[in-house]
């Protein structure tokens, strides 16, 4: 099951990575991943709820970025970055499935992965300081 989640986060920032870059609407950037035939229909299924919930929560979710990394405003971060902090941050406020512990390691992992040297460190450090403040717990 973790396999099949990590591909669909995977897939899931790259969904939201060419969304921040172009003018792609949501949908048509989905269907490539559907067209694609990689991903198994639970896979996609995730993507669809991830995607979804960050560009419905997009507002909520930068306005934290801002917050908690006050140095590193989402306009002005990487957009890899700043797109794996969205997705984190869905899963460990929006979305019970996800035990904090799991989506932070995740996102770092997918830092490690795509991010630059510091990405990582960026996202543990601002992941952390959420979790901390709003008094997450599972």
């Known amino acids: 099951m973790a396999g099949i989640r990590r591909q669909a986060r995977i897939a899931a920032l790259q969904v939201l990575y060419e969304l921040d870059c172009t003018k792609h609407e949501a949908e048509e950037a989905l269907a490539h ?3 694609e035939g990689k991903l198994p229909q ?4 995730f993507v669809r709820k991830l995607v ?5 929560n997009k507002s909520e979710l930068d306005a934290l970025i801002k917050k908690f990394a006050p140095a590193f405003p989402p306009e002005h971060m990487l ?3 700043r797109n794996i ?7 460990i406020l929006f979305n019970d499935k996800t035990p904090f512990k799991v989506a ?6 997918l830092a490690k ?8 460190r960026l996202i543990n450090g601002v992941l952390g300081s959420i979790t901390t403040e709003r008094g997450v717990k599972q």
């Open 85 to 91: 902090l969205r997705l984190a941050i869905f899963e």
């Open 104 to 109: 932070i390691n995740e996102a770092v992992e």
């Open 113 to 120: 992965e795509f991010g630059s040297d510091s990405s990582p």
């Open 52 to 56: 979804g919930g960050v560009l419905q």
């Open 42 to 45: 639970e896979a996609l299924s």
């Open 33 to 35: 991943l559907t067209a």
């Open 79 to 81: 957009t890899i970055d």
